[in-house]
């Protein structure tokens, strides 16, 4: 079992930045694909990006591409979501997941386990 919690989160301006945290319990931590997600009030949960197990590969929506990065320390079992030149539109619960694969493919869904979650609201 895999247990994840996040941190970071917060009110922000826009045009502001946010670090997400993520850090995991377990032994398996360094052979796990991670992703993050989020939930807009009103919407359906959707991908925002993935790391592969060595933080080699990294994947990103669209609508985070240039302004948000994902990355991975596996000694300390973390991973990060530095979120740049935030939009009110990026207004959501940020939640982290981990996927039992040596393969990202595909990065947007598979996740065997999730956070709690973490909210973030960026204010115009």
């Known amino acids: 079992q895999v247990q994840l919690v996040e941190s970071g989160g917060g009110l922000v301006q826009a045009g502001g930045s946010l670090r997400l945290s993520c850090t995991a319990s377990g032994r398996t931590f360094r052979s796990m694909v991670m992703g993050w997600f989020r939930q807009a009030p009103g919407k359906e949960r959707e991908f925002v990006s993935a790391v592969s197990w060595s933080g080699g590969s990294t994947y990103g929506a669209d609508s985070v591409k240039g302004r948000f990065t994902m990355s991975r320390d596996n000694a300390k079992n973390t991973v990060y979501l530095q979120m740049n030149s935030l939009k009110p539109e990026d207004t959501a619960v940020y939640y982290c997941?981990?996927?039992?694969?040596?393969?990202?493919?595909?990065?947007?869904?598979?996740?065997?386990?999730w956070g709690q979650g973490t909210q973030v609201t960026v204010s115009s």
């Open positions: 997941a981990a996927k039992n694969s040596w393969a990202v493919s595909p990065p947007t869904r598979g996740y065997d386990y």
